[in-house]
């Protein structure tokens, strides 16, 4: 009698000793490398696209597995490095499309004005940001030669491209790709020690290194490279689990301490933008947010009021019978702190602008204020108006905004010192605080309704989570339509107020971590350490492999 082995599809099929998986990947990765033409771009572009889904609201992280090591094999079948940079623009292109595809909404507030603007604005972002990922795969075809060595350069390279992201023409680091593990508060730790740069660095390395395994039947080391392979594997989930578990060990058992003698209310009137944009409407929308602080119950438990982005539509400074309305909000011996525009006037004419926080007391006095330092390109300014006269910027008016300096560190009654950021001055990591003057907490106050029900505002929250962690700071957030929250210094969630809901949070201010993160003291200098480690370590595998 003779015992057959029970086939699971892990077989021998070869001399070699090679796993079914392992010959059907290397078999799939032949045919990837083998595309070319519009398949090749098809491809890639979907790929790209599969890659977003990844990011907030949906998490889907296993398909940057599926993903990342399709970008491999795609680039393993480039002749050149241009044929290389030509995939991974097309991989960056849908990548970017499909992550950044709600700026549309906000050019549809006003479709005859704006509406035609989509496809430049919408897919000339996607190009151009898509440049960064070509960048990457360029660098992959040029430096990595074979084996997991690819897959490190690959990953360093793409990495800095986030952060050349950041600061190219004024800069939009939206949807790095580490914000993928936002959903687990273990995870997101790793940006306290390294920034959301090492999450990135980590992200991509882990996703791509499966593309290893396809490389069984390149040569005739077919067994070396199933060893390879493995290993790399291995190390790269070995790796997230130390990340995983080094960030449970550092959160804290329960919740975090708060300050005491501080309450605060945050209001979230979910205005829509048509309606908050016409002039006729100011006082309706001020005295909507009036009536969600004063009448819903709490209001006598509350120290401090927080408004969002421009919820009062007046220059607050320059009319004091608003700004008296305004001050029946502020809860007795406390503030009100609401975004609105401040503005220079001489003779009688506005000349001058600013997207700001006014922080008001009962008596409607103004006891401080700040001015937004990173505006928006066609939101706030139009960029090269001399040579674009035709186009004007979407919010109101035809005066762009001025720039604040920044970032900056308040001082309010009553309050810890705050670092005030307004809108997407939330976005960019290492560049949130004061670092002579560091605050206490953060306040990030948006309109997020220009997104409309998209995966926009989901994006937006998981960014200021992130800048949380990063510093050891909380933050406290007021959007107009949501998300509105308090987020703790470790970037937990402790109060929520979902997307278009209507009302107030009312929470306790959480304190700051102990001591300075490691990436609030060395800041980007650990992304160059992070990004030579790499390059020593790509150098080290081609020699040894």
Not at 9 to 30: F, N, Q, T
Not at 365 to 391: M, N, T, W
Not at 424 to 434: C, K, L, Q, S, T
Request: net charge neutral.
């Amino acid at each position: 009698m003779t015992t057959e082995p029970i086939d699971r599809g892990l077989a021998p099929r070869s001399a070699g000793g090679a796993p079914r998986i392992v010959l059907a990947l290397s078999d799939l990765a032949a045919r990837v490398r083998a595309l070319s033409g519009w398949r090749r771009r098809g491809l890639a572009l979907l790929l790209g696209a599969l890659a977003a889904l990844a990011l907030p609201p949906i998490h889907a992280v296993p398909l940057l597995v599926i993903a990342f090591t399709g970008l491999v094999w795609l680039v393993d079948g480039t002749r050149s490095t241009g044929e290389a940079f030509r995939v991974g623009w097309w991989f960056g292109l849908g990548h970017f499309a499909a992550g950044i595809y709600w700026i549309a909404n906000a050019l549809l507030t006003d479709p005859v004005r704006f509406g035609w603007m989509i496809p430049p604005v919408v897919g000339g972002l996607a190009a151009v940001l898509a440049l960064f990922p070509g960048l990457a795969a360029a660098g992959m075809r040029r430096l990595g030669g074979d084996g997991p060595a690819r897959v490190v350069v690959l990953a360093g390279m793409w990495v800095f491209g986030e952060w050349l992201r950041g600061w190219v023409l004024s800069g939009f680091p939206w949807n790095l790709i580490g914000y993928a593990w936002a959903f687990s508060d273990p995870m997101n730790q790793l940006a306290a020690l390294t920034g959301s740069w090492g999450l990135s660095l980590l992200t991509v390395l882990a996703a791509a290194m499966p593309a290893v395994l396809g490389d069984w039947r390149l040569d005739g080391r077919g067994r070396a490279r199933l060893w390879i392979g493995a290993g790399s594997i291995a190390l790269a989930a070995l790796l997230l689990a130390a990340t995983w578990i080094g960030g449970a060990w550092r959160l804290p058992d329960g919740p975090s301490a708060t300050v005491p003698d501080v309450r605060l209310r945050i209001v979230q009137a979910a205005i829509d933008p048509a309606l908050k944009n016409k002039a006729d409407l100011r006082e309706a929308n001020l005295g909507r947010h009036l009536r969600l602080t004063i009448d819903t119950p709490g209001f006598t438990d509350a120290t401090h009021v927080i408004w969002p982005e421009t919820a009062a539509q007046f220059l607050l400074e320059h009319d004091p019978e608003v700004r008296r309305a305004v001050a029946t909000a502020a809860p007795p011996g406390g503030l009100i702190l609401t975004g609105a525009p401040r503005g220079e006037i001489e003779n009688g004419r506005l000349v001058q602008l600013w997207n700001s926080l006014v922080a008001v007391n009962p008596a409607a006095a103004i006891v401080g204020s700040f001015d937004k330092f990173h505006l928006v390109p066609l939101g706030e300014y139009v960029p090269l108006r001399e040579l674009l006269p035709f186009i004007n910027k979407v919010t109101p008016g035809s005066m762009d905004f001025s720039a604040g300096p920044g970032p900056v560190t308040l001082r309010l009654p009553g309050l810890p010192p705050v670092g005030p950021l307004i809108c997407y001055e939330v976005i960019f990591p290492g560049a949130v605080v004061n670092a002579e003057d560091r605050p206490s907490w953060l306040l990030n106050l948006t309109n997020d309704a220009w997104f409309g029900t998209s995966s926009g505002p989901y994006q937006h929250f998981v960014s200021a989570r992130l800048r949380a962690v990063e510093e050891g700071l909380p933050l406290v957030r007021a959007a107009n339509t949501g998300i509105s929250g308090v987020v703790d210094a470790y970037g937990r969630v402790t109060a929520r107020m979902g997307l278009g809901d209507v009302g107030v949070i009312d929470a306790d201010l959480p304190v700051p971590a102990a001591g300075l993160t490691p990436y609030a003291r060395y800041g980007d200098l650990l992304l160059a350490a992070m990004l030579a480690t790499t390059v020593f370590l790509a150098i080290a595998l081609r020699r040894l492999l």
